[in-house]
């Protein structure tokens, strides 16, 4: 099946029911009672399947304020985050992603002219803490440390306000971070060489993002394909339940059968399984991401 605007799938809908014919989803109570309805089940699949049509490279926001240099912000289209890099600009700090070790062909003998930089900048994978443990690592900072700076969180969410220490690091790049309440992230560094604070355009995130549902005649929900034929199914299964009190058989034997298809089918990307994704907390085994319940003492 190929895609469908609202209004194909509202007529579609409405010929199920024997129901009149429309040319526009709100020429009719009926049409846009199932225009409706389709909205609902769209937000249904989504919240239920995390559809990778949703999943993009996002930026945090800073905050911009030298007084909070380490907090940034989840823009509030953001559902969740799978990982975040920081971009690392200083590339004498020994931090960076691209130092280059041994198993490299030690005989090669540097050219003329080259540069004498151990690496180049570069994004460097940023370990998301759980709160507890965060907060345990970065109050091993000493605050008497010149290196160490020390800010106050306020979180005033539930109306429930709290003023809160945190210590950083200023002087290297960020390597561990936490979320909290899915609006704040805190780090545990930034290099005050490089930047005041840290910056949105050195984020780079990967998540969800939260989908748009347009109730106009030509707007088409951002699934895939394949996925039509489900939310098509669920949409009238429903408004035949709600519009006209009795039960669509075959559309409730469609939808069984498509969740399934779309549990087996969620990503067409050449990436690992969803079970090799697990953290694997195994010493020594080549891991497919950093554990995201490890932390060590940062120098």
């Not at 579609?12 to 709100?26: F, P, R, W, Y």
């Not at 490299?104 to 004498?116: E, W």
């Amino acid at each position: 099946m190929t895609t469908q605007t609202l209004l194909d799938m509202t007529q579609e809908i409405l010929s199920a029911m024997s129901s009149d014919e429309v040319n526009s989803i709100g020429d009719t109570t009926e049409s846009l009672q199932v225009a409706t309805i389709i909205k609902r089940k769209y937000f249904d699949i989504v919240s239920r399947s995390a559809l990778p049509e949703h999943d993009q490279l996002i930026q945090l926001t800073s905050s911009g304020d030298t007084a909070l240099p380490v907090l940034m912000y989840v823009p509030v289209e953001v559902n969740n985050i799978k990982w975040i890099k920081y971009f690392d600009t200083n590339i004498f700090d020994g931090s960076a992603p691209n130092t280059y070790e041994h198993d490299l062909n030690t005989d090669i003998v540097a050219s003329s002219g080259g540069s004498t930089a151990t690496r180049t900048p570069g994004y460097q994978y940023v370990t998301i803490l759980p709160i507890e443990q965060f907060v345990d690592m970065v109050n091993h900072f000493n605050p008497d440390d010149t290196n160490v700076g020390t800010f106050t969180f306020t979180d005033a969410a539930n109306s429930f306000p709290g003023n809160f220490t945190f210590y950083y690091k200023n002087n290297v790049q960020p390597l561990y971070c936490t979320v909290i309440g899915n609006k704040y992230v805190i780090f545990d560094a930034f290099d005050s060489t490089q930047d005041d604070t840290l910056q949105t355009s050195k984020t780079m995130c990967f998540g969800q993002v939260a989908p748009v549902f347009q109730m106009v005649d030509s707007f088409i929900p951002r699934i895939d394909d394949k996925e039509f034929p489900l939310l098509v199914n669920e949409a009238k299964a429903l408004a035949f339940y709600e519009l006209k009190q009795v039960p669509h058989q075959k559309a409730e034997q469609e939808i069984k059968r498509q969740w399934s298809s779309v549990s087996k089918n969620k990503s067409v990307a050449n990436k690992p399984s969803y079970f090799d994704q697990l953290p694997n907390f195994g010493r020594g085994a080549n891991t497919f991401r950093r554990g995201p319940y490890w932390y060590g003492k940062r120098d």
